[in-house]
């Protein structure tokens, strides 16, 4: 990283990525295109976790290549005086993978209403469940960065 006074250990990115609710998932396609989506996620035992529609581009590309990039960040404040942005940030790199097993989607389903809106009830039925695409992302290599003072 050019700025090493503005790189977060991995440990402090990844509690950042917990904290936060949205970011982009980027990927590219069997073309070599890139594809950027912003979505909402959670994070579940040390893994990114998206729902999604079980069919579409993003699914498609994630199937032909499960190498994924997700970012997510805050802009704390521009400084009107010197127009200096504070802002935290975190980059992860891993693999993606379609969740299959009903369980195992429930109990993610389950965290990422936890976590997107503290205290509200799940009631997705098992066939909401089964029509929901789950995404999980392995991440192998996370990195983040922050500028907090002015």
Sequence with gaps: MRRSDKELPAAEAMEFLAEARDGVL????????????????????????????????????????????????????????????????????????LVEDAATKRHLLESMTEHLAPGAAFTCSDDEVARTGVIRIRVDRITGKANRSR
């Excluded at 994924?68 to 704390?76: D, E, G, L, P, Q």
Aim: contains cysteine; aromatic residues 6%; proline residues 8%.
């Design 26 to 97: 980027s990927m590219v396609d069997p073309s070599g295109r890139p594809y950027a989506v912003p979505v909402n996620h959670a994070v579940v035992d040390d893994q990114i976790v998206i729902h999604c529609a079980p069919v579409g581009t993003k699914i498609d590309i994630l199937q032909a290549n499960p190498d994924v990039c997700y970012t997510a960040y805050r802009t704390i404040m521009i400084d009107p005086d010197s127009l200096n942005t504070l802002y935290v940030s975190a980059i992860a790199f891993g693999t993606a993978e």
